[in-house]
């Protein structure tokens, strides 16, 4: 004789029953205040850094099971700013960000590798100028109420067409962009 769901109750043990069973997921997280965005370059020799306000980040993290992790970072370029108004003009034109033509730039991993203790790697695919690369980012991860991923990348900005042109010169600018991140985070709702 065969077992048959045929009260609310019964469906309701096995639901919970199978949902036991399950193996946990990832955390969803999203972005909270206090987050930043920098990256920090040369130009003739002269170090200077900015920022990427606005940004906007979603994450699945899980450090018991990082394949099921995701990262997904939405920049909009529009408001780059490094404290410099001419600069952050030439960011914007058709050598550098072309924003007329590229609003943002979005940043995306599937999975993550650990590299020992709070640290972690993203193996993902940077989207700047229509251009897809593969980057990878680097962080710690603070759990807690407000779980913090800390994490470095170097961009090598000419893959990407970014101050291509009369702007290529690597002596000029380094062809390596260091960027750096501070995400603090609360759970996705």
Do not use: C
């Not at 960000?97 to 599937?110: D, E, G, I, L, S």
């Not at 993902?124 to 994490?151: C, Q």
């Amino acid at each position: 004789m065969s077992h048959k769901l045929t009260t609310p109750a019964a469906v309701a043990a096995t639901l919970v029953a199978l949902l036991a069973a399950a193996p946990a997921s990832a955390a969803d997280y999203v972005q909270d205040t206090g987050s930043t965005l920098v990256f920090a370059t040369k130009y003739d020799g002269e170090v200077f850094t900015g920022t990427f306000p606005g940004f906007s980040t979603k994450l699945s993290f899980d450090p018991a099971n990082l394949a099921s992790g995701k990262l997904d970072v939405t920049i909009p370029l529009a408001g780059a700013k490094t404290g410099n108004d001419d600069r952050d003009a030439t960011l914007r034109g058709s050598d550098f960000f072309n924003v007329a033509k590229f609003a943002q730039a979005r940043y995306r991993a599937t999975g993550f590798r650990s590299l020992g203790g709070d640290q972690y790697a993203a193996d993902g695919t940077l989207e700047l100028r229509g251009v897809s690369k593969p980057v990878t980012l680097t962080f710690t991860w603070t759990p807690g109420t407000a779980p913090v991923l800390a994490g470095k990348a170097t961009v090598k900005r000419l893959a990407f067409g970014v101050g291509g042109g009369d702007w290529s010169d690597t002596a000029t600018i380094p062809d390596e962009v260091a960027v750096s991140t501070k995400v603090v985070f609360k759970p996705a709702r």
